[in-house]
């Protein structure tokens, strides 16, 4: 994904490739469709096998989708890194009590250490009396979540003082105006140089009876204490419940998402993120490993600073967890603001990138396998593909660059599989990625666009798409503009056998900073939903067969589409529907050829209005509804409601 700078030079991209392979057809018949029309479905002549790995997912540091979203740590700015851009106290304020004086400020004259070489200095400037406080609060991401299920929380911070106090500190979630104190923990001593101080937090459940963002993080002193103090705070940190209990790990309600879906690969860490607004800003996978009081984190390229919290080793993990197939992609020295590294002094990029592989499938043996194991992982992960760059067409010399990686990747793990994001002749193309980002009515337009696709060329990735329906004003994420996604990805499981994978973008977007839509799943701090464009994606994935079944039909093919496959070990025949009409079709006869007696099955709907979406307030509003289907003979009609997606599962 280009930044939103260049979209128009993206579209433009995203048209020219009506005609990418010679010989390509677009079928743009209109057939008037009404009562009589026919949908064959060739049980008995199965076709080629569906791509395993054909539906997952990418993620991208966007839209807060890492930081404030998928990552679950709640503080904002826990870092003060110097390479944060803005204000370096962005989410601090004093907490004091009335007649008390205090100040914050970033001081560089006491660095936490060597990477993060400041820290947040409280200068106390009169005396605290007993019954009085001064301290420190973090209102997080748009604000601190208290949930009912928010049972407990770990917060840490290093902390130094100078002037003579001791302690004890109070650690509290409270709300925004200090009337509520949800939880508060103590440490009760610190010294005169920094230290790491962890303390759990478990808020009183009766405080907590709906879900809330109006809250602060605080950390204080309490009087008596005199002018003159000064107390040190670096890498504040605040984590609810995390997903599988992992440390540093992510928000259980998004992850579960992801996880429910059954995706089959996992491509990160993101196309910009990849490669930064600068060379400088690119992800640094060295940066991104071990504790993360020694991250620096950098500036993102869509407005905000990424702590790196979600780093690589934190990707991998999500990649285990949902069972997934790694994607890694790799930076080929393009910066977005146009500079690049000039590929004869891409050595050290290129040993960067061999060790990297090596950190995620290395063995012990190896140095960045045993620094792998260092950060708490002895086992290699499943990596498969490797992916060159993102969106390198704005490359004169990818060629190049392209073979650089290849043969340095290749020679040392041959097992490896390669993507490219430009066609090249340089070397060979296992696999392509391709990205769209269409108008309305485009995909359904071109839902045949690889049906004519060479069977002996390079393989195709469908890395990034999503439709952009009706930009000005903003209704992105709306049903319609799902099912003209729903339209191509009937295509693109008719060519699982070319197209080995696909996968939506972007994955997930912050209600209070939305770069570019639409997006996936929405979420703020304590709530999310997934869209109906999300549910498509989810539908298609859970619910896929393992062969490709032909299937033919007389009805209008820019608005009614249909794939089918077969699961194999339970003898389920899996037909996917499509109709991107504003009123419904009837296909008045369904034939199963080559079945005798069906054995009933299950009929799942998704469909609504033209402009419905899920929101905070109704989440579920479109979502899928599942039912039995009593079908038991080889024949029989089917309604499509309009805008819908039906999947039926058919026991043969």
């Known amino acids: 994904m280009r930044s939103l700078q260049s979209l128009v030079f993206h579209r433009h991209h995203i048209m020219s490739i009506l005609k990418p392979f010679p010989g390509l057809i677009l079928l743009t018949v209109v057939v008037g469709l009404s009562y009589g029309s026919v949908l064959n479905v060739s049980y008995n002549q199965p076709g080629h096998e569906i791509s ?56 560089r004259d006491h ?21 009085q406080r001064i301290g420190v609060s973090n209102n997080g991401y748009w604000g601190i979540p208290t949930r009912p299920d928010y049972t407990t929380y770990k917060a840490s911070f290093y902390a130094k003082s100078i002037g003579g106090f001791t302690g004890p500190l109070t650690v509290s979630i409270e709300s925004s105006n200090g009337s509520i104190v949800y939880a508060t923990a ?41 002018a003159n103090t000064s107390i040190f705070f670096n890498v504040m940190s605040l984590f609810p419940p995390t997903f599988k209990n992992h440390t540093n790990g992510l928000r259980i309600d998004l992850a579960q998402k992801l996880v429910d879906a059954k995706p089959s690969f996992f491509r990160f860490p993101g196309g910009n993120f990849l490669e930064g607004a600068t060379i400088d800003e690119r992800f640094a996978w060295e940066d991104t490993i071990g504790d993360v009081a020694q991250r620096p984190g950098h500036m993102g390229p869509w407005g905000y600073y990424s702590s790196d919290g979600l780093g690589l080793l934190e990707y991998l993990q999500l990649a285990e967890d949902l069972n997934a197939e790694i994607i890694l992609g790799v930076f080929t020295g393009y910066a977005l603001n146009g500079e690049s590294v000039p590929p004869e002094e891409m050595g050290p ?23 792998r194991a260092a950060d708490g992982h002895p086992e290699p992960f499943n990596l498969t593909y490797v992916e060159i760059g993102n969106e390198d067409w704005i490359s004169n010399d990818y060629h190049i660059r392209y073979a650089l990686f290849y043969d340095s990747i290749l020679a040392r793990y041959p097992q490896l599989e390669i993507i490219a994001t430009q066609v090249v002749d340089s070397r060979p193309i296992p696999v392509i990625d391709d990205h769209f980002y269409p108008g309305f009515g485009w995909f359904p337009d071109n839902h045949r666009y690889y049906d004519n696709a060479p069977r002996n060329g390079s393989k195709i990735f469908v890395g990034e798409y999503a439709t952009r329906d009706n ?19 009937t295509g693109i ?4 056998d ?39 994606q989810h539908l298609f994935s859970v619910i896929r067969g393992d062969t490709y079944i032909p299937t033919t039909s007389d009805a209008d093919e820019q608005k009614f589409f249909h794939v089918a496959s077969r699961k194999t070990d339970t003898n389920t025949l899996v037909l996917k529907l499509v109709n991107t009409n ?29 402009w419905d979406q899920n929101d905070l307030e109704e989440p579920l509003r479109i979502s899928p509804k599942t039912e039995e289907f009593n079908v038991t003979s080889n024949s029989f009609s089917f309604n499509a409601p309009a805008f819908s997606l039906t999947i039926l599962e058919i026991q043969l």
């Open 349 to 371: 990029y290129l040993d960067s990138i061999l060790n990297e592989i090596e950190y995620v499938i290395g063995n012990t043996s190896t140095t960045w396998g045993a620094r």
């Open 111 to 131: 660095p936490l250490n060597s990477v993060l070489d400041t820290s947040l200095r409280l200068n106390v400037d009169s005396d605290v009396a007993a019954g």
């Open 493 to 496: 499981e008719r060519n699982s």
């Open 52 to 107: 395993p790995i054909l539906w997952g997912i990418f993620f991208e540091e966007i839209n807060h989708a890492g930081d404030g979203g998928l990552y679950a740590e709640l503080i904002k700015n826990r870092a003060l890194s110097p390479k944060r851009l803005g204000s370096n106290l962005d989410g601090y304020t004093v907490v004091k009590s009335d007649g008390v004086d205090g100040r914050i400020y970033v001081s």
């Open 498 to 536: 070319i197209v080995i994978m696909a996968c939506y973008a972007p994955l997930l977007g912050h209600l209070n900073n939305l770069a570019w839509q639409p997006d996936g799943i929405y979420f703020n701090g304590v709530q999310s939903y997934a869209t109906p464009a999300w549910w498509v």
């Open 471 to 489: 930009i000005n004003p903003e209704p992105y994420a709306n049903l319609a503009a799902a099912m003209d996604d729903a339209s191509f990805m």
């Open 582 to 610: 504003s009123e419904d079709i009837l296909i008045d006869t369904v034939t199963l050829e080559g079945v005798t007696t069906p054995r009933g099955g299950t009929k799942t709907v998704l469909t609504g209005g033209r």
């Open 186 to 226: 103590q440490v009760p001593q610190i010294t005169e140089e920094f230290q790491k101080y962890e303390v759990t937090l478990t808020p009183t459940p009766a405080l907590i009876q709906t879900p809330s963002l109006d809250n602060l993080f605080t950390i204080t002193a309490n009087g008596p204490l005199t």
